[in-house]
């Protein structure tokens, strides 16, 4: 992969696909060159393609829970827990033999790295900038991070991208719907608040709120909160005036390695790019580049779809986040830039016996495993009257248009954890312009500065009982699932001004609908 792709939002489909050689956009308009090279398939049979299509259809009976709608990741769901390891649990049908991968795997998401050089060798090469010094400290107990000024201002999970207008390459000057950035020369593509003894950090995040009220049918008012973020206490020079901010707090681990295992066609075959239909639903695909594969992929991971794979995504986290090399980003020094020289000189963990990184290959597919394996919970109260009526809210509103769902996995040679799996993740993993107020006018590959990827919504009802909060959308800003409602805007506009006209026990279904999820 060319080193200015390194950290970079990968390049769209047209151009892409012009750089590599693999075709073009107007010979593949169904983008039947995506295929699912990261997993080793079993071509679905005629018969199987009429079974899934029935199984995935909408329901339109709403009097009863539809067949094995309380176990949202088919035979990998877990039993709901009552305690915050509800999402540590490993995927229910996992065989006896790799349930030691996954506890190693676990053991090395959650370990502490320290700088080097250190005697602690196999968990030196820490940063020399970083977020946070290991995957947990982020994602706790496996959920959702936390922002400032939440339940815990001690274990803030929440960072800010960074990157600036790049300059169009005359090779794909033409071509259409190209988002060229580039780095910002002093930090790189992301901000670190935190670095190694005898060196500044980069920032310190500054969040100011704005309260904005919202009035609801039957006299109901809703607060919202309205962030301007800052990035303060810079210290290694300004950012550069056409810096580009966007706010990112760490998101729920679950289920992961169902989304990754779900066929490609399958999700793209839900894009509507000319809202064709009309139904003012136009979901495109982000398309990136697979650092693994050295292709453009479908993108599936990230609050924009940025990445196409679990392991690039750790890879890339490991990177930036802790600044820790790894086979896809061997650079001892994280992400600092060339203009940091005395970040570059440190000296970091790379060892021998890891192929000179600080995380190996082995270590990288461990924590690959773990993460694909998290369980998703078993729904609750899903034949409840009120659930009932919620969910049939949630359908006449036109939710269901972008969190689809359901969707069968493929069918898989070597992952019998995600092998031929009925799950219901409810999103269509499609970008869908979400409106100014959502905006952070900070494009991602395809992805605009107002789209987002829809957000999977299974495990929604436990996010409390796992981290402690109920803060939601990509930077926490909503307090509870009425709030991330409320802040719906763009292509959901007309399903959250639903929401706001329904009479109050309407919306108290819709919310125990959600909340069973």
């Known amino acids: 992969m060319p080193s200015s792709l390194r950290f970079a939002p990968k390049l769209s489909l047209i151009a892409l696909i012009a750089l590599t050689g693999t075709g073009s956009l107007a010979e593949n308009p169904d983008y039947s060159m995506l295929d699912d090279i990261h997993l080793n398939v079993v071509p679905r049979t005629e018969a199987e393609a009429e079974r899934i299509a029935a199984v995935v259809a909408p329901t339109t009976d709403f009097t009863e829970a539809e067949s094995f709608e309380e176990n949202p990741a088919g035979a990998a769901t877990v039993r709901a827990r009552t305690n915050a390891d509800a999402f540590s649990q490993s995927s229910g049908n996992m065989p006896f033999d790799r349930e030691l991968d996954f506890k190693v795997g676990n053991g090395l998401f959650r370990k ?14 820490l940063g020399p900038l970083y977020n946070a010094r290991g995957c947990q400290n982020c994602h706790f107990k496996d959920g959702r991070g936390h922002t400032p000024n939440g339940p815990d201002d001690n274990a803030v999970s929440m960072f800010l991208r960074i990157s600036i207008p790049g300059d169009v390459n005359d090779a794909i000057a033409e071509i259409e719907d190209y988002i060229q950035v580039d780095p910002d020369p002093n930090y790189g593509f992301q901000l670190q608040d935190f670095a190694v003894a005898g060196q500044p950090a980069e920032y310190q ?13 039957g006299g109901e008012t809703v607060s919202l909160r309205s962030p301007t973020y800052t990035a303060a206490d810079l210290g290694y020079g300004p950012l550069h005036p056409d810096a580009m901010l966007s706010p990112r707090i760490a998101p729920q681990m679950i289920g992961l390695g169902l989304v990754e295992a779900i066929p490609a ?8 790019e000319d809202d064709a239909d009309g139904d ?19 993108g599936r991971f990230g609050l924009k779809a940025g990445s196409p794979t679990i392991r690039q995504q750790s890879a ?15 650079g001892g020094y994280g992400e600092c830039t060339e203009r940091q020289i005395a970040c570059r000189e440190l000296i970091d963990g790379g060892d021998e016996d890891r192929d000179g990184l600080e995380i190996d290959a082995e270590g990288l597919d461990l924590v690959t495993f773990y993460s694909r394996n998290l369980a998703v919970p078993a729904r609750r109260d899903v034949s409840d009257t009120q659930v009932l009526r919620g ?6 509103a036109g939710c269901t248009s972008c969190h689809i769902p359901k969707f069968v996995t493929n069918r898989l040679e070597d992952q019998p954890e995600q092998s031929f799996q009925l799950v219901w993740p409810y999103s269509d993993f499609l970008l869908h312009d979400m409106g100014e107020g959502l905006a952070d006018h900070r494009p991602e590959a395809r992805a605009t500065g107002t789209e987002w990827r829809t957000a999977p919504l299974w495990g929604l009802g436990m996010t409390e ?43 108290e279904a819709l919310l125990a609908y959600l909340d069973s999820l």
């Open 112 to 125: 502490i790295w320290v700088s080097a050089p250190s005697s602690t060798l196999a968990s030196d090469g």
């Open 465 to 507: 009982r796992v981290s402690g909060h109920t803060f939601f959308l990509h930077d926490g800003r909503a307090r509870n699932v009425l709030e991330a409602i409320l802040w719906h805007g763009g292509e959901a506009q007309a399903a959250r001004d639903t929401v706001v006209e329904m009479p109050k026990e309407d919306r």
């Open 316 to 330: 890339d986290a490991f990177a930036g986040d802790i600044g820790i090399s790894n086979p896809l980003h061997d």
């Open 280 to 298: 003012g639903i136009s979901g495109r695909p982000n398309i990136v580049w697979s650092s693994e594969f050295e292709r453009p992929m479908l």
């Open 205 to 217: 995040l500054q969040i100011e709120y704005e309260e904005i009220e919202v009035e609801l049918a």
């Open 265 to 272: 066609q399958d999700i793209l075959a839900n894009a509507d």
């Open 391 to 396: 969910k049939e809210l949630f359908y006449s």
